[in-house]
């Protein structure tokens, strides 16, 4: 079936250093949909992506949409102990009732 | 608007047992959902509704869960004869109608079945 993979897991990096998330489809997505999820939290939206090749900033946070639109990444500048939290991606099935099917997340753990 | 309500933040039953939890979505949104999380795990899909119509229900989902949205706003999730497994956090989530609408999440219903 349709499935969405993050990679890493998670990340433990020092305040100050960059993150790179990346999130993999194994089908076309037609958009690609980010959120944060920080400890004990329910996850909240960040972005959509929906253009092939799309890159969206958001103060230190940049997104990418790959050109096949079949993965997308999510870069932090210069980590802040503010960032800690677990990053999901999302995308829709296909099909009629389209819903969305999401990554497992990578947590990210900020050494101050 | 105050964002999602969920009903209540914490629940504690006995296995066997019958429990409800209530979702009161953004009040705009046509489309709610019913998600479950586990620890270190992405929100699992379990049901969603458009206005008050049940579209789609996980294949994952036992019988003995059942949802509903009876005027097509506030929606509940029953779960009959709870067993351990069912220890988790029900999220609720709102959207507007419409592919790539962001959903919109509550703060959860955390179970424990003991």
């Known amino acids: 079936g349709q499935q969405v993979m993050q990679i890493p897991q998670y990340q433990h990096v020092q305040e100050g250093e960059d993150f790179t998330t990346y999130c993999n489809s194994s089908?076309?997505?037609?958009?690609i949909q980010w959120y944060k999820q920080r400890p004990g939290g329910h996850p909240v939206f960040l972005i959509q992506l929906v253009k092939s090749g799309e890159v969206k900033k958001q103060k230190r946070l940049t997104f990418q949409f790959g050109e096949a639109k079949k993965n997308s990444s999510l870069h932090i500048t210069a980590t802040q102990t503010t960032d800690v939290g677990t990053y999901f991606c999302?995308?829709?099935?296909?099909?009629?009732?389209?819903?969305?099917?999401w990554g497992l997340g990578t947590s990210l753990a900020v050494n101050p | 608007d105050t964002g999602v309500s969920q009903d209540p933040r914490h629940k504690i039953t006995k296995r066997g047992q019958n429990v409800t939890f209530r979702c009161d979505p953004i009040?705009?949104?046509?489309?709610l959902y019913w998600y479950r999380q586990t620890l270190g795990q992405g929100p699992e899909f379990l049901t969603y509704?458009?206005?008050?119509?049940?579209?789609?229900k996980s294949r994952l989902l036992s019988d003995r869960f059942s949802a509903e949205r009876p005027k097509g706003s506030f929606s509940t999730l029953e779960i009959q004869r709870t067993e351990q497994g069912d220890s988790a956090m029900y999220l609720c989530?709102?959207?507007?109608?419409?592919?790539?609408?962001?959903?919109?999440f509550g703060n959860g219903t955390r179970l424990t079945v003991t």
């Open positions: 999302a995308g829709p099935t296909t099909g009629n009732n389209r819903k969305l099917i």
């Open positions: 089908t076309t997505l037609s958009n």
């Open positions: 009040s705009e949104h046509n489309r």
């Open positions: 509704f458009q206005n008050e119509a049940q579209l789609e």
């Open positions: 989530a709102s959207s507007f109608d419409g592919e790539g609408s962001p959903l919109h």
